[in-house]
């Protein structure tokens, strides 16, 4: 036997496949965008997480890469080596420069690491981190979005850059991280004899390496390798990642009135129907459920829908906008068919209460 839920779904199967499909879009929207806000997450913190540093140092107010400066003597890398504890130092200098083409510029966040160091150095995609002078890395977002390849030239500030390395996990998405030898920036940012940030690493993880640190130099700040990912995030949270949030709250009320207006449609459209129930001795408790479950039914397949649509464009969408990078995790997926039940739960609170002014007697009106 057919359940009556089911059974209702088929004879308005033409409009409860419009709510699904409505649902299944606004589930995309949300899935797209949480995408997105992942990988400006990972994009702001992966290059720091993959440097083999312990500790960042910058100075004192200098607290992530994106969106702040620090300019430190460079002979501070010998007196920081000195420090009991301390096993290595190395250096990043970063400087913000535009690239250049023939009908645009384009701009970079550069940075000069030492090359004979693995420290500093970008995870390489394809290409080498041995470089040469004037040789640069660069992103593969940035690469593909400008048809560059190993071998080309870029040029910057009218100095010309041989491409010798592709690196990944240097895009925000906002903007693409390049890497070149920490004696080719100078001449970029026009100051010489400076640093960006000391890369330390410690005999170990004793909290008294970093006290003592202090303690000799006020006025720099020494920044945990996981805490200094964080504010690199924390940056793009205050500025990008707000708009996302809103467009996918944005993205719920859809789903959610599409819920709404479908459940209650139906109530009205079947409202014989469910009197004839009533008059059989159906309870409020039954109608409800049958309601509820109609609601939770078009609710999980709008979300599979939206979701399978997301997996399987997503790859083909990287390839049309490389600047776009988009992270899917399990947790957003699971988070977003929660909501979508939530949803599909409140969306059929408005047809309950309709259903309690259908009497048994609307069954024999003519």
Sequence with gaps: MVPVALRMIWEAKG??????LGIAFS????????????????????????????????????????????????????????????????SLLRAIAPAEFPDKTVTLYIFGFDPNSPIGAPEISSGTSN?????????????ATHNLKLGDTLSLQGYPFKIVGISRGTNLIVGQFAFTRLDDVPR?????????????????????????????????????????????????????????WTIVLFGAI??????????????????????????VGASQNFLGTLVLKQSMLAAILGFSLGLIVDIT??????????????????????GVLIACLILGAIGTLAPIRTLKNIYPAEVFRA
């Excluded at 470089?131 to 690469?143: G, H, K, N, S, V």
């Design 131 to 143: 470089l040469q002078p004037q040789e640069i890395i660069l992103d593969r977002a940035f690469t």
């Design 188 to 244: 970029l940012l026009g100051l010489r004899n400076v640093r960006s940030f000391f890369l330390l690493n410690l005999d170990s993880d004793s909290p008294e390496i970093i006290s003592r640190l202090e303690e000799q130099f006020p006025d720099l700040v020494f920044i945990p390798q996981a805490e200094f990912a964080a504010n690199n995030v924390e940056e793009m949270e205050i500025g990008v990642l707000p708009i996302l």
């Design 15 to 20: 409009r409860f496949a419009i709510a699904v």
């Design 313 to 334: 464009f997503a790859p083909l969408l990287a390839e049309v906008i490389p600047s776009l990078l988009l992270v899917f995790t399990w947790q957003d997926a699971a």
């Design 27 to 90: 589930v995309m929207l949300m899935l797209f965008l949480l995408g997105v806000y992942q990988g400006v997450k990972y994009g702001s913190k992966s290059y720091v997480l993959h440097t083999q540093a312990s500790v960042w140092v910058s100075q004192r107010n200098t607290r992530n890469l994106i969106k702040t400066s620090s300019f430190l003597p460079e002979t501070l890398g010998n007196s920081l080596l000195q420090v009991e504890g301390v096993k290595s130092v190395d």
């Design 254 to 279: 859809t789903g959610g009135t599409v819920i709404v207006l479908m459940m209650y449609t139906s109530v009205l459209e079947k409202r014989e129907d469910y009197a004839m129930l009533k008059a």
